[in-house]
Every structure is written in C-alpha cells, then in structure tokens.
C-alpha cells in the first residue's frame, strides 16, 4: 500500500510540475528569444528548413564529441545554436527559417529539402522577396510524418529583410503561381554550407544531451526519433496523431521507459533455501524542458522500482544495476528522484543545480554505463567504488567548463547524505567534492575518450569495533555501505572508452539515428583509495562492446565484460574479528569478487528491445557456500 500511495502522491507532483513548466515555456514572455533574435526570425514562423546532407555529417560529428560527458555536448550546442543564429547580417543576406537558415541562389534554381528535423512537421511557409529570375521549390521528407507535401510561398514586398516588417500581414500563394521574385542579397556557398552546418549540428548535439540525461538513445523529438510502421518507429506510442511532435516546437520533451529484468541462479546459490529466482521492473519518465530562458535546460525524473535484486547470489556488486534506482534499498518505490537546472552562462561554461543522477556528470561510457540497453552487473556500468561516495538521487551544484574543444573539465560539491525518499533532510550535514577530467581523441579517425577524477567526501561512517552497529545486519552488505572512518574518505578514478572502427551508412556518413557512432570498441575503468577508508580498496574492470556491426541489425548491441574488486585487508579483518557481525555473516569473508558477463540486446523494433545475459562470479564475497555463482537473465526494454 505505501507503493501506491508513493506512486499517486509523485505522480500528482510531477503532473503539476509538467502543466507549470508546459506553460510557462509557451506563455512566459520568459520563454520568448531575445528581441535581436526575434527580430532576425520574425520572417518565418512555423517552418525549418535543414539541407539533408549536412544533417547528416553534422549527426555523426556531434555524436563522436558526445562520447565526453553531457557538459561538453551541451556547451557545443551552445555554440552551434550561436552559429545558426547569426544568420542575418547587416546586409540581410539570408533568410532564416524559424533557427534554421534557409538560402538561395539568384541565378540559379535550387531545392530545400527537410530529412530529419524532428521538430517539422508542417508545411514550410517561406517569406521571400519578388525574384524573376529565381524559381523555388520546397519539399519536405520528414520522418516524423509520412505524409510529403508540396509546400507554398508567401510572397513578400520588397521590405522583408527588414525586422520592423510586419510580415505577418503578408497573404499566401499557391506554389505554383510564383514564377518570379525580386532578386535579394544572397549568401555564398561557402557561408550557406556553414549555417546549414551549425543549425544541424546544434540538432544532433541536443539529441546527444538529451540521450545522456535520459539514459537512453530514445529520446522523441530529436533528429533519432523515427515514426511509421510499428517495426519502424522509435516510441511505441508513434506521434499521438501529430500532436507529440508539436511539444518539442515548444521545447518540451517527454519520455517513458520500462526496464523488465529477470535473473536465476544456476549453480553457486548461498542458501538453497531462500528464493533464486527475481524480477525487477523500472518504470521512468523524463522531463526536459529546452530553452524555457536562453541558454537553459530544467529536467524532471520520476522513476520507480517493483521487486529486489538477487541477495542470494552472496555477490557484493549488485547482479542487476537498476536495483540502486530510485533508490538502494530493497523494496518498492515510486519517486521524483531528479529535479534540476543546466544553465550556459557562455559557450564553454555551464552550470548545474539541483537533484541529480551523478552518473549523469561522471564516469560516463560509451560502451557499459546503460543497464537498459548494455550489461547488467552494477560493476560494469559504474565504478562500484564509487557507490560508497554518491547515492543516485543527490543534491548537487557543479559548474562544466570547456577550455578547449578537446577538453571538458566538471567540478561540483554535493550532500552524500541525499536520498529520493525526501526533499532535503539534514541538507548538507556532509559535503562530497569531486572533479573530473575528460579527454576526447582520435586513433585513425576512431573516437576514443579518458576521464579522470577524484571524490572526497566527509561523511562518517560504519564503525566495526561498535558492537551495536547495523553493518551486514539483514545478511548482505550493501555495496553502498563501504565508507569506514569517522575521518571522510577519498578516491581517484580513470575510465576510457575506444572505438577499434566505426559504421557508417551507404553514402560513408555516420548513421544519423544513433546519438553514438555504430561500431565495435573496447572499455575500461580503474578506482584506487586507501584502505583506511574504502571498503573497496581498488576496482578495475575490462571489456569490449559493439551497437550495429551485425549487417540488417543496426540496433543490436552485444558485449563482454570482466571487473575485479579488492577488498581492503583492515575491513575484512574488522568484519571477521567483531562476534556479533561474524553471526550475522555466517562466514569468513575473503579479499577479492571477480566477475564475468556476457549480453546480447537484441532489438525486435527500435521501441521493443530484449536482452539475454550469463554472468559468472568468482569468489562472491558473502557467498558461504564456497562455491563460484552462475546466473542468467533476460531483459525487455519498451520505450513508450
């Protein structure tokens, strides 16, 4: 029952939340571009206009740079979004069409083709000077409408570059009927090209953003949404009858996600008595609000938890990593478990505050940092020494600063004590500070990245020589309890990820489908601390991953992985030497747990994914059956 209650009370709040920002974004003056902006935009309203080829490269190259972590995505968008603004000069020489630029030739007839906009999904009415030498058509091939319409023309006097024209007065004629227009200042070739390249790349850098705050490569309203056929389309849901394509106009992204994940031990249980069977569903839905004021994004989770993880496979790195969301104790939940602000204050300079998910800002991965779609063990989609350090529902203030395009550097100051359960109880009590490094390079044109970071956090913790502490008490150690001194705690961390080659389409361009490249590459991460405070003394893990290399399989994803974690020989002796935990336990503890996994996702349509899983654990650390543990799992994945 207080499942229930939790689900009504966070899904009244987040209804709220979404009607309020819904309409604050499209009836705030606060949510309106700046008058300079307004002013060069003002000759188009509803349509956008991008050249379909320059999509295309501009997807591939932001999804390469979006391999670093999400601040550097969003800061290149910022910068594309400048690009793509600054399309009217002083000469008004080009026409812009609601952000996107349009641009024509006078001596030449040309076409303006849309493949991929997502935000388009009715006529482009463009605005143009009388030319009689120019003759125009516009098409429109977008995959969020099946529908391809011949579009019409407005015809316009000879004022229309000017911003204080009210060219909204101006009547419409049928396409076909305009055989000539005044000749305007054009824009090169050269110059076109560009703008048509910025606004693109601004597309599929926010696809990349996007992606990374949801957690998934699903995300309706960005340049990889596909609608159509059922086996065709992104969303189960397809496009509500046109009317979810007109959200992201208006900047509001809104997804659903189900996450089924079922698991049973083969060999190795810990006690044969107890349950080695488990499901767990994860329900979440995202928010996200692009450019409610200039230069801001506001995302909203909610996310829930049906079932536990498998305590019986004595393993310490939880075997299914959605267990830790919305949060890590067993049992059901249903919370908003993120609520926060990404402010650019400057191209290269962004701010973030609020509720967060940290793995949304640190030790990102390309190839395993995505229970959804990738491995299941909790080791290999995060460094687990990291568990100790940041819950999953964290208070957070951090600033992304981008020193040079190859650089990213994060820096933020959270409350270890945060939980989803509440708002903010004892806030700030304890201060977490950590700062990270992220490298992007290439190796013959194969995108590779490597982070670098540290964690310190002050936060007290289990003390063993207290005969009435709670550590191991419900008979597994929770892989977020390790912190062991009353004197805080630190870690540093590395984490790469590298492309061996990379997929693309027929025309050899990146997919434009996929927020990251397609292609087969490998993954590591390694986290050291001293002993005297981490439980996890040193953690490694190793392994390779590849999305889209099977031919006519261009949403599978396969992979192998392998981590390894080194127990700290004080806390083990602590553990083993103190009675009352000995009880508990049941055993001795070792030094080491090494594990194993191997997945294939298998994607039956884009919105309708399935996984099977092996994982192979040696030496589970609280497993007293002396015995290695065998478990396979299965996994549905719907994106609604």
């Not at 076409?111 to 009415?125: M, Y």
């Not at 005044?182 to 597309?203: C, F, G, I, K, M």
């Not at 940041?390 to 203030?397: F, I, K, N, T, V």
């Amino acid at each position: 029952m207080k499942f229930y209650f939790q689900l009504m009370e966070s899904a009244a709040i987040a209804i709220s939340f979404t009607l309020l920002s819904a309409f604050a974004t499209v009836a705030s003056p606060a949510a309106e571009l700046s008058t300079e902006s307004q002013n060069q935009l003002s000759a188009i309203d509803d349509a956008a206009i991008i050249l379909s080829d320059a999509t295309q490269e501009a997807t591939g190259d932001a999804a390469s740079r979006g391999l670093l972590s999400q601040p550097q995505a969003f800061s290149d968008l910022q910068k594309s979004e400048d690009a793509a603004m600054s399309a009217v000069d002083n000469r008004g020489e080009a026409i812009v069409v609601n952000r996107y630029p349009a641009f024509h030739n006078a001596d030449h007839p040309i076409t303006l083709e849309n493949s991929g906009d997502v935000s388009q999904n009715r006529a482009a009415d463009l605005q143009l000077a009388d030319n009689p030498d120019l003759t125009i058509s516009v098409e429109q091939d977008n995959p969020l409408s099946e529908a391809t319409s011949t579009e019409q023309l407005v015809g316009i006097s000879s004022n229309a570059l000017d911003p204080k024209a009210d060219l909204k007065a101006s009547s419409f004629t049928p396409i076909e009927e305009i055989q000539s227009i005044a000749q305007a200042p054009t824009l090169t070739e050269e110059e076109a090209a560009a703008q048509a390249q910025a606004q693109a790349q601004a597309q599929a850098i926010l696809g990349v953003v996007l992606s990374q705050l949801n957690h998934s490569p699903y995300v309706f309203g960005t340049p990889s949404t596909v609608v159509g056929s059922f086996g065709e389309r992104t969303q189960l849901t397809g496009d509500w009858g046109g009317a979810r394509s007109r959200l992201p106009e208006h900047g509001v992204f809104f997804d659903v996600y189900a996450t089924t994940a079922a698991q049973g031990i083969v060999s190795g249980a810990r006690n044969d008595d107890d349950d080695t069977f488990a499901v767990i569903q994860n329900i979440d839905a995202y928010l996200n609000i692009v450019n409610p004021w200039p230069g801001a994004i506001l995302h909203v989770a909610f996310q829930s938890k049906l079932g536990d993880a498998l305590s019986n496979a004595g393993t310490l790195s939880p075997t299914y990593y959605g267990s830790a969301f919305p949060v890590v104790n067993p049992g059901d939940y249903a919370l908003l478990s993120e609520y926060y602000l990404m402010q650019a204050f400057a191209p290269n300079f962004q701010l973030i505050l609020g509720k967060v998910n940290a793995t949304n800002f640190a030790d990102a991965n390309v190839f395993a940092n995505n229970y959804r779609y990738q491995f299941q063990n909790a080791s290999l989609n995060n460094n687990l020494m990291m568990g100790s350090y940041a819950p999953p529902s964290m208070w957070m203030g951090a600033i992304a600063w981008q020193p040079e395009p190859w650089l990213n550097i994060v820096t933020s100051v959270g409350d270890p004590g945060s939980s989803a359960e509440n708002f903010a109880d004892d806030f700030f009590n304890e201060v977490l500070v950590s700062q990270e490094f992220d490298f992007a390079y290439r190796i013959h044109q194969n995108p590779g990245n490597f982070r670098l970071g540290w964690l310190y956090s002050s936060q007290n913790s289990t003390d063993f020589s207290d005969p009435f502490n709670t550590f191991g008490r419900n008979g597994f150690i929770d892989f977020r309890d390790p912190i062991r001194t009353q004197n805080g705690a630190y870690m540093v961390y590395a984490n790469f990820d590298q492309y061996l080659f990379t997929v693309n389409t027929a025309d050899g361009k990146p997919d434009p489908r996929f927020t990251t490249p397609r292609g087969l590459g490998l993954f590591g991460r390694f986290g050291i601390g001293p002993e005297d405070s981490n439980f996890i003394n040193s953690f490694f893990s190793l392994g390779m991953g590849a999305k889209g290399v099977i031919p006519g399989r261009e949403y599978d994803e396969f992979g192998l992985g392998w981590y390894y974690l080194d127990f700290a020989n004080g806390t083990i002796d602590a553990i083993n030497d103190a009675p009352l935990l000995s009880r508990v336990i049941g055993q001795k503890l070792e030094g080491q747990e090494t594990g194993f996994e191997a997945y294939y996702n298998l994607a039956l349509t884009p919105a309708l994914q399935m996984a099977f899983t092996a994982q192979y654990i040696i030496d589970p650390l609280l497993n007293n059956s002396s015995d290695d543990v065998f478990i396979l799992g299965g996994r549905l994945q719907l994106s609604f």
